[in-house]
């Protein structure tokens, strides 16, 4: 027997001993181009809800164990919301556009539109105007706070 063949018969038992073996496998989250299509919206995960005077609907892909980091889909009618001084933005949010747009008005007055086929990243404390006529979005947001304790 080779030293390499011994040292790796005694790391399996050592990872039997700890019983290692049972461990839980961590896999990649796939969204299909199917349900990147739409479909996502359609599953039982789906969460439909009336924000912001129009209907949204959240398709939850991943949330960390620790519940800061999320990603998903979102999709959403026409809104116009105002993100106020305090607290500002509440999350740190990257976004890339499937459909649709959006416009953001920063708080010194500059503003930018994002269409479909394009992205951008809120910083968490960001204040302005967003508004839409509707957009499809994937999202992906970082919330420190939202760390379970």
């Given at each position: 027997m080779t030293a390499s063949y011994i040292r790796g018969a005694l790391v399996v038992a050592a990872m039997v001993l700890a019983g290692a073996t049972h461990a839980e496998v961590?896999?990649?989250i796939k969204s299909t181009r199917t349900e990147i299509g739409g479909a996502i919206f359609k599953g039982p995960d789906a969460k439909k809800a009336k924000?912001?005077?129009t209907t949204?609907?959240?398709?939850?892909?991943h949330t960390s164990t620790d519940?800061?980091?999320q990603t998903g889909m979102y999709k959403s009618g026409a809104m116009r919301e105002e993100i106020a001084a305090a607290?500002?933005?509440?999350?740190?949010?990257?976004?890339?556009?499937l459909s649709g747009s959006v416009k953001l008005t920063s708080s010194d007055g500059s503003s930018m539109v994002v269409h479909a086929g394009e992205s951008v990243t809120i910083p968490k404390g960001w204040t302005g105007v967003f508004e839409t006529k509707g957009y499809t979005k994937?999202?992906?947001v970082y919330d420190p706070s939202a760390i379970k304790k």
């Open positions: 961590i896999k990649p924000e912001h005077g949204t609907i959240d398709a939850i892909t519940g800061a980091f607290p500002g933005y509440p999350v740190e949010e990257f976004l890339y556009f994937i999202y992906v």
